[in-house]
Each structure stands twice: as structure tokens, then as C-alpha cells.
């Protein structure tokens, strides 16, 4: 879990009258993008926190419901998961997989330097 | 040649009647005459009629599994090694897969030959086909609608016999949906029934893959061959693998189909609901009793799913970095950069806004009022099924609200977007299988599905019920306009 920080509306202080309130503000949407890596253009941070906040609304519905006791449900399958035998199953194919990279030498896959 | 059942081919060409050479041929013929239709992603003649005179060989030797040499297209979302896998994305434009998903494996062993690759959603991310990165998909049944999404190059080529088959992927009704808009059998296996390795992800605990076909008879079939336990899938589940082919034949005189109140309600078009009670007074003839159920938290699925869909996605979605495979950005300034910019140009719109709305879902102060919050629902929609499934055997709805909608009607309102799915994405929450075959057309000649939905790994009995409607109606072989003769 990350942390975004200041800048976001608390969900359980806001009050009845919030539906032109935005669940997102401008600072949260930025946060979120480096998060997860995206570049967007501040031009359309604004387009992002309306369209997010939309669908953050939208999902609001789901505090209609009690849920206090309610195990939470992650997978169809839950506690089911089988266990393998550890044992080696694949064969190296560092080359065949090397093939697809973007940039790679000497059986290394290359990016910006890191370290000066 | 190309409106005959999937059995009848396969059987025609193990008894030598026409050649996989010649049948490969007269589909990828088909598929250029039909281009406008934007139906694939990928066409590799060479590549197809290579598998073709190898399924040839094999049938002069007298080896014959169960669908050797019979073209099948697959959605651009199952890996498949030496022809490219996009996803419907940008940022795999230029990825070649070096292993098969199993789905393709299973195909392969068998015989099949692989068509080509069919257009998609971005990563499986939409229900109109038209956040594919290589364009709009059109409805086969009228050119100025989507074919449903997400697999609707797959149900799209179905339809309009381009090809006999195809795969599909179903997250939140990604087969269903669109095999009801384009009038054909779109079927989403229990979870764990078919193997997850190689098909990209999106929502792992949400995704299986099925067949799209024109009969139930076909998707068993399909099923017969790549439905079982994988090792390589830890998802996978290890218990004796049904033969689909010989399970649909069994009577469903006194089946009880239950009549869930909340898909009959607000929102459903009155002639899809026509449509649909007629189908079921067809069942009723055939038997079957009617019994009227109640799903109390159906409105709460598509909310729950645009939480945990998302939450997965954006952790699923992470590996695209520009560095082990697929598209890289040309001009950045570091590391971090690289990775910013790579994404932002290789993600369409509607890919990027489901990574935030999933990052903003997992991250610290606001996991537990959303992703933790949805999961409880998700046990709260399981649940009411399964108590559901106490009163009957299998349950009956509209696969869609609607019938197909113009190219563009959407685009703009995501919200309206996601509530196509609402009676298809309970079905991915509580991993249970469903099919949609269509069950007639509404005033405008628009194909409408019915939805058909069974217990955890009941797929047989869903697939039995199908088969039973189609024997004694014939709205599954209704083709569009122009594809006729």
C-alpha cells in the first residue's frame, strides 16, 4: 500500500450535499498518476479528476449496504490454492525471451543509466 | 461451406470430403471480403495454411483428434508463439509471443489451425470494442453498431462466418455480452474450468476463457479440447474433466430455472424482455419449470466489480515497463521517465483511467473503504446465489439491457458504458458459468441474447439447457444480412 498524502477529501466527512463536490482534487490525481507511472499532461489533470471522480461517485453506492461482519470474498476459489512440488519445470530461454525486449546486450536488458 | 456446424466440418475433413488447405483458404478469403468489419487484428495466410497442410499430412496418416484441421480465429489476448499478440494495445503492438497460452496448445495438439487474431478492447477493458487500439470493431447485423465488447472481433467473425470458431475472454461478461449483440453462443466456463496461462491478464481472480460459436453443440466441442487442469495455471482446478459433447443431450424435463425479480426490473428494454419471456415459455414446453428468485444485491455488482477489476488491473498491468518486451517510448530523461512516458503512450484512455481508479482503490486510507469494502460485497453476491441455487438448478435473464448500440453512443460516458454488464458481472464474482445464445431479434432485425447461468462447475447443465433450446428453435443459425447465400 502506498501512501498519497494530504490533498484528498475525506470519504466519511463528506456531507450529504457533496454532489457537485469532487471525490478527487487536482494534487490526488497527480499523486496517484506517479503511482502508477503514468505521465499525464497537466492539461488534462482537470479532465482526470472529473472523469475519476464520476466513477469514484458512482462506487459510492456500495456504502449503502452493512458489511460490518462480512468476510471479505478475494477469489472464487478462496483457500482452495494448490501447492507445487519444488522442483525446476522450466528450462532456461533467456535468449528466446530476450528477443522481444525493447533494448538488450550481452544478454542484459538495457535502460536509462541509474546509478552516476 | 462456411455455414456449417463445427461437427459437420470436423467431419468433413477427417472423412476427406474437402481438405484443411482448402477450407483455411475459403475462410481467410472470406475474412478479406469482410475486412470492412475490422473483425482482426492479425492475418498470416502463410502461417495458417503451414498448420493447415500439417493437419493434412496428419489426417492422410490416419491421425484424426477432434478437430483437426478446423480453423479457429482467437481473441488477440491468448498468446500464440511466432504470431503476434497485441491485446488490442499499443504497448504490445510489436510483441511476439515466444510460448503458446494453453488454450492455443490444447488447439494445436488437436489439430486446429490458427486463423488469425481478433480484434478486441484494450486489454479486455470495454464493452463496445472500441477501445482497441487498431480501431472499432462493426456489428455484422448493422454496420453503424458495436459488436459488444470485449471479445467482439471473435463473436463479430462468428456471426458473419468468417470464421467457423473462436475464442473469447470473459471478465465481467467480455464473451457473453458480445455474443449476444451479434446473435451468437458465447459461453464463460465456471473459473478454473480452462487454463489462464498465456492469456494476458486483466482481473486474474475475474478472467476465464471459452468459446464463441454459432451452437452450444459447437462451444462443447471447443470445450472438449481445451477445458481441464493445467499445472501451469495455479488457478486451475484438478477434478475430472466432463465430456462436454456427450452431456448435452440429457433431458431437462422438470429443470427448475430460476427468474432472478432484479433482471426483469428498471433499465431492460421491453422488447429484449419480450424476447426473453418467450424463450422461456419455450422452456416451460420443453418441460422445465419456472420459479421466481431473488438476487438482493444485484445493483451492487457493477460498483463492486469497478472496484476490484480495476484494484486488479492496476497491479496486473504494472509489468509494462518498457523494458522486457513490447512498446518503449523514444524520448525520455531517466528511468522513471521511461516508464511514465512508455505507459502514458502505450495505454489508451479507458486502460489509464481503470490503473488510477484501481492505484487510488489500493492505496494506504482508502484500501479499506473501497477494495476491502467491495470484496465483502463480492462474498454478499456469492452468497445470494448460492442460496438461490437451493430453489433451482440453473437461472435465466437477459444476457444484455439492450440490443447493440450505435458506434460512438458511449464513448463519452463510462458509467453508462459499464452498465451494460450489469447482469453478466455477478456471474464473474461468484465464478460461475454462463452462456449467452440468442433467443430471437427485436423490431429493427437486432439479434437479443439470452442468458443462461449454472452452479460452480455446473457448465454441463448450462451447456445441456442451451443445446435443449436450440434443438427445437433455429434463432442460433439466423445469420446477418450479405452473409447468407
Known amino acids: 500500500m502506498f501512501n498519497l498524502n494530504a490533498g484528498c477529501v475525506n470519504l466519511k466527512n463528506r456531507g450529504s450535499n457533496c454532489c457537485i463536490q469532487m471525490a478527487l482534487d487536482h494534487q490526488t490525481v497527480i499523486n496517484i498518476a506517479r503511482l502508477a507511472r503514468l505521465h499525464i499532461d497537466e492539461s488534462d489533470v482537470d479532465r482526470y479528476v472529473s472523469e475519476l471522480s464520476r466513477i469514484l461517485d458512482f462506487v459510492e453506492q456500495m456504502n449503502g449496504v452493512d458489511t460490518e461482519d462480512v468476510m471479505p470474498l478475494a477469489h472464487p476459489q478462496e483457500g482452495r490454492l494448490r501447492l507445487r512440488d519444488d522442483i525446476v519445470t522450466e528450462t532456461n530461454q533467456r535468449e528466446s525471451f530476450q528477443t522481444v525486449a525493447p533494448e538488450q546486450e550481452a544478454g542484459l536488458y538495457l535502460v536509462p543509466k541509474v546509478i552516476e | ?485
Not at chain 2, 357 to 378: C, E, N, V
Open chain 2, 1 to 485: 461451406m462456411h455455414n456449417k456446424p463445427l461437427t459437420q466440418l470436423a467431419d468433413d475433413l477427417v472423412t476427406k470430403r474437402v481438405s484443411s488447405v482448402e477450407v483455411t483458404q475459403y475462410f481467410l478469403s472470406r475474412i478479406e471480403q469482410h475486412g470492412n468489419l475490422n473483425a482482426f487484428i492479425t492475418v498470416d495466410p502463410d502461417f495458417s495454411l503451414a498448420q493447415a497442410r500439417e493437419a493434412d499430412r496428419r489426417i492422410q496418416q490416419g491421425d484424426r483428434p477432434a478437430l483437426i484441421g478446423v480453423p479457429v480465429a482467437h481473441k488477440d489476448i491468448f498468446c500464440t508463439k511466432g504470431m503476434l499478440t497485441t491485446c488490442g494495445s499499443r504497448i504490445l503492438s510489436n510483441f511476439v509471443s515466444p510460448y503458446d497460452a494453453t488454450v492455443v496448445d490444447r488447439l494445436n495438439q488437436n489439430g486446429a489451425v490458427i486463423l488469425g487474431k481478433t480484434n478486441m478492447d484494450e486489454f479486455a477493458m470495454g464493452s463496445s470494442n472500441e477501445t482497441s487500439y487498431y480501431g472499432p470493431v462493426k456489428n455484422p447485423w448493422d454496420n453503424a453498431t458495436v459488436p459488444g465488447g470485449s471479445s467482439g472481433g471473435s463473436a463479430a467473425s462468428v456471426a458473419a462466418r468468417i470464421a467457423p470458431a473462436a475464442t473469447g475472454t470473459d471478465t465481467g461478461g467480455s464473451i457473453r455480452q458480445p455474443a449476444a449483440f451479434c446473435g451468437v453462443t458465447g459461453f464463460k466456463p465456471s473459473y478454473g474450468q480452462v487454463s489462464r496461462y498465456g492469456m494476458v491478464a486483466f482481473a486474474s481472480s475475474l478472467d476465464q476463457g471459452g468459446p464463441i460459436t454459432r451452437s452450444a453443440e459447437d462451444a462443447a466441442l471447443l470445450l472438449n479440447v481445451i477445458a481441464g487442469f493445467d499445472a501451469r495455471d495455479s488457478t486451475s482446478v484438478q477434478r475430472q474433466t466432463p465430456d462436454f459433447v456427450a452431456d448435452l443431450n440429457g433431458d431437462i424435463q422438470g429443470l427448475r430455472i430460476g427468474l432472478p425479480a432484479q433482471f426483469f426490473g428498471e433499465g431492460l428494454d421491453s422488447k429484449v424482455e419480450r424476447v426473453v419471456r418467450e424463450a422461456l415459455q419455450e422452456y416451460e414446453k420443453l418441460g422445465a419449470t419456472l420459479i421466481d428468485i431473488d438476487l438482493p444485491n444485484s445493483d451492487l455488482c457493477v460498483p463492486c466489480y469497478y472496484v476490484l477489476a480495476p484494484s486488479e488491473a492496476s497491479s496486473n498491468l504494472a509489468r509494462y515497463d518498457g523494458v522486457r518486451y513490447g512498446y518503449r517510448a523514444s524520448d525520455y530523461s531517466d528511468l522513471i521517465d521511461m516508464y511514465m512516458k512508455t505507459r502514458a503512450e502505450g495505454f489508451g484512455d479507458e486502460v489509464k483511467r481503470r490503473i488510477m481508479i484501481g492505484t487510488y482503490a489500493l492505496s494506504a486510507g482508502y484500501y479499506d473503504a473501497y477494495y476491502l469494502k467491495a470484496q465483502q460485497l463480492r462474498r454478499l453476491i456469492a452468497e445470494d446465489f448460492e442460496r438461490a441455487f437451493e430453489q433451482c438448478d440453473v437461472i435465466m435473464g437477459p444476457t444484455t439491457p439492450t440490443t447493440a448500440f450505435a458506434i460512438g453512443a458511449k464513448t463519452d460516458d463510462p458509467i453508462a458504458m459499464y452498465l451494460n454488464d450489469i447482469y453478466t458481472i455477478s456471474v464473474n464474482l461468484a465464478g460461475l458459468p454462463g452462456i449467452s445464445i440468442p433467443a430471437g431479434l427485436d423490431g429493427n432485425g437486432k439479434p437479443i441474447g439470452l442468458q443462461i447461468i449454472g452452479q460452480y462447475f455446473g457448465d454441463t447443465h448450462v451447456l445441456n439447457a442451451a443445446h435443449r433450446f436450440q434443438m427445437t428453435t433455429d434463432w442460433h443459425q439466423r445469420a446477418p444480412s450479405g452473409v447468407q447465400q
